[in-house]
């Protein structure tokens, strides 16, 4: 058979050209830039929309009541606030008096609830589905951006298998959890864990599929840089596969899960911010970490780094 030209040059212009797009993102998941000329070219696919707007949990910074801690918050231009669930319908009135006057926000919500979803038994469905809408209405009041949720933890029993039952199970529940989030103005946030933590629901991927399945403007999903060290093979790949079902970040060390920078050059987010600029991401980076020193060195540090890897990214 005679050999097209005309085909042949516009199939090899195509399979340059892919090959050169796959080639950039590739770089940007191995290492940071080591040149002004690599780090402006990397801002090339930025969304002006981007905004690198971090959170604290509650346990993050220093201050014996909410109060001390928001003048923390206020002191490095921290302006979101993520509070565990747990009793958190009993604290809005304290939280938003702490609040008020202040230009910080409260986040994520993380989790608190009892029981978990996939249990077989249905009085611990339960107990998750009640405690879950009672956080969920607290939210709402308190404007939160969604109330983070795992499916089960590894140590939790009697567990669903898994399998695609198990999958079709979970997008029913979560489609019902989403339109009460909804309801109230917030959303349900699905979280990937590693391995180590969750059998169910590791990548990225997964859960921003869950929420595509389910196509309910209340269920979103997260990133979590601890989890996606160990589960992931690209952070601006993970957070471009969740595009718009993303809805909050979580940020630690990459080895031991303690402030970004406490472990070295390990501790490299810029390919992960490249991604979340890339998709316009400004909702909100949260610390959820522990500290091996002292936390009034070690966390101005962690800011001052985060904010200078978003504007490498």
């Known amino acids: 058979m005679a050999l097209d030209r005309r085909n042949f040059l516009r199939t090899s212009l195509s399979g340059a050209a892919i090959a050169t797009m796959s080639g950039t993102a590739l770089a940007s998941c191995s290492v940071k830039p080591t040149s002004n000329e690599e780090t402006k070219s990397g801002s090339c696919c930025s ?3 981007a905004e690198l707007k971090l959170s604290f949990q509650e346990g993050t910074a220093p201050g014996k009541d909410l109060n001390e801690k928001f003048d923390y918050f206020e002191k490095l231009g921290i302006v979101g606030f993520e509070p565990g669930g747990k009793g958190l319908a009993g604290r809005v009135k304290e939280i938003k008096e702490a609040l008020n006057g202040r230009n910080i926000k409260v986040s994520a919500i993380c989790a608190g ?3 978990f979803i996939l249990s077989t038994d249905p009085a611990i469905r339960k107990q998750c589905t009640d405690t879950m809408n009672e956080i969920i209405a607290a939210a709402g009041e308190l404007g939160s951006t969604g109330v983070i949720i795992v499916p089960a933890f590894n140590h939790q029993t009697p567990v669903m298998p898994h399998t695609q039952e198990t999958r079709d199970f979970l997008c029913e529940q979560f489609d019902i959890m989403g339109t009460y989030a909804r309801e109230h103005g ?3 946030i699905l979280e990937p864990l590693n391995r180590k933590e969750a059998f169910y629901l590791r990548l990225v991927a997964d859960a921003a599929s869950i929420c595509r399945d389910i196509n309910n403007p209340g269920v979103t999903c997260l990133g979590d840089f601890w ?3 160990w589960e992931e093979t ?3 790949g993970a957070f471009l596969s969740a595009g718009k079902y993303l809805q909050h970040v979580h940020m630690a060390s990459r080895k031991r899960r303690s402030m970004p920078g406490e472990d070295g050059e390990a501790d490299n987010y810029v390919a992960g911010f490249k991604g979340l ?4 991401y400004d ?7 522990g500290c091996q020193g002292d936390r009034e060195v070690v966390l101005p540090a962690a800011v001052e780094l985060l904010r200078k890897q978003w504007e490498e990214a």
């Open 47 to 49: 969304n002006s929309k």
């Open 113 to 115: 609830f009892d029981g």
């Open 186 to 188: 917030t959303t349900v």
């Open 227 to 229: 989890h996606m060290t």
């Open 234 to 236: 690209c952070d601006m």
């Open 277 to 280: 600029k890339m998709l316009g």
């Open 283 to 289: 909702k909100y980076v949260s610390f959820e970490c």
